[in-house]
């Protein structure tokens, strides 16, 4: 009975060790803790027989016996704390992974929703700036054509009037290609393309250079600018 319950201690630590490399989301992770802890079960009922063979040995028998006995309990205790404690710190990480993985879960599905609800947005807005696009677009259009067949069908005008008519329509034509410069500029906004880069600037560079851009819309119309002195620059 003894050298069994050695070859079956000998089996429970191969087990033992065999179990401690499996990985918690094996597919035999399960199953080889139910085969190690029966093979436990088995081992502690063969002490349990050896224990009952001692008492029909003789005192110097049962001695040298029990000194073994209690070393293989020991032995036994201490593989199955050691087994227990693996059990529990094993089970203990696989609940964790569990609620991990679910809250990881949860966080993908909202991320989802969120990125969803996103791209629906975006198509409203684009539905929106198209509808607007186009308004805007067929106003300048609408008053060029209107202007070009009066300039056509009226041979009465005056050159003061006909002057005026042309260049009312390159107005239109600048505000057409100004909504058009504007429209490319959001859809290289869109791509990443056109990225701002805030520099250091004088406030009154940046004024003049604004009155440049605008001068032929303003003709000889009055502008007043105020700033105050010293101004510092700006980080823009």
Known sequence: RFLEQRQALHRLISTTDAFLRLSRSSAVYIPARDELLRENQSLQELANVGVTLLDRHSESKIAQMIRWEIMVALIIGLAGGLLAWQLVRATNRLEAETVERRRAE????????????????????????????????RTPLTAIKTMVFGLFSDGRMTSQVRSE??????????????????????????????????????????????????????????LQVNLPANLPPIYV
């Open 106 to 137: 949860e966080d993908l599905r909202k991320s989802e929703a969120s990125t969803l609800e996103a791209l629906r947005q975006s198509d409203a807005m684009k539905s929106a700036l198209l509808s607007s696009v186009s308004h805007e677009l």
């Open 165 to 222: 008519f042309i260049e009312s329509i390159n107005q239109e034509i600048d505000y057409l290609n100004r909504l058009i410069d504007n429209l490319l500029d959001m859809s290289r906004i869109e791509a990443g393309t056109l990225v701002p880069q805030r520099e250091w600037h004088l406030l009154e560079e940046l004024i003049e250079g604004a009155i440049r851009r605008v001068g032929k819309g303003l003709k000889h119309r009055p």
